[in-house]
T-cell receptor, first 112, second 113 residues
């Protein structure tokens, strides 16, 4: 099955700085890569996703890049704010929402 | 107006007991899931149902038995609870099995003593 590795496990940045979280996947057939944000004590929520037919996708301060050859994808958050503090999960799948394999999560702390 | 609701929110029980967690979604989705999040926050799929039919059954002890009476409900029954079952269990739903977002419930924190 798919194996998704995520780094770093914890990340602290000053407010206003950028944060980058990286994930690698093992199955070259994977073609769907969503990112979920989980605030403390709450449910995971999708923040952005990318399909394998594009290399980059942006949504305001959030962007995701995908390198299919190297089998890695990254989440970029610019101009971080305290409300960005949460655990972020990457995921990969061959078939979409069904059978997502999640990374181990990155706890992001934005220091005011 | 909660989209995916699961009950109870907290469940504390002793080893050997049997317990159930209920999940309902009002989004009109046809695919529902159970995920387990352990103490290290690792999210792992347990089951996936599409239109009441089991699609995915990951390596989960057969003490765990999901039931989907209709496509808006997916319940999880756990027999003979063990200490290692302590975790947060998330129900989720999606529109179809393709490239659509998972909508998670608020989770059920199960503690087995």
């Amino acid at each position: 099955g798919e194996n998704v590795e995520q780094h770093p496990s914890t990340l602290s940045v000053q407010e206003g700085d950028s944060a980058v979280i990286k994930c690698t996947y093992s199955d070259s057939a994977s073609n769907y890569f969503p990112w979920y944000k989980q605030e403390l004590g709450k449910r995971p929520q999708l923040i952005i996703d990318i399909r394998s037919n594009v290399g980059e996708k942006k949504d305001q301060r959030i962007a995701v890049t995908l390198n299919k050859t190297a089998k890695h994808f990254s989440l970029h958050i610019t101009e971080t704010q305290p409300e960005d503090s949460a655990v972020y999960f990457c995921a990969a799948s061959i078939t979409g929402a069904n059978n997502l394999f999640f990374g181990t999560g990155t706890r992001l702390t934005v220091i005011p | 107006d909660t989209a995916v609701s699961q009950t109870p929110k907290y469940l504390v029980t002793q080893m050997g007991n049997d317990k159930s967690i209920k999940c309902e979604q009002n989004l009109g989705h046809d695919t529902m899931y159970w995920y387990k999040q352990d103490s290290k926050k690792f999210l792992k799929i347990m089951f996936s149902y599409n239109n009441k039919e089991l699609i995915i059954n990951e390596t989960v002890p057969n003490r765990f038995s999901p039931k989907s009476p209709d496509k808006a409900h997916l319940n999880l029954h756990i027999n003979s609870l063990e200490l290692g079952d302590s975790a947060v269990y998330f129900c989720a739903s999606s529109l179809g099995q393709g490239y659509s977002p998972l909508h998670f419930g608020n989770g059920t924190r199960l503690t087995v003593t």
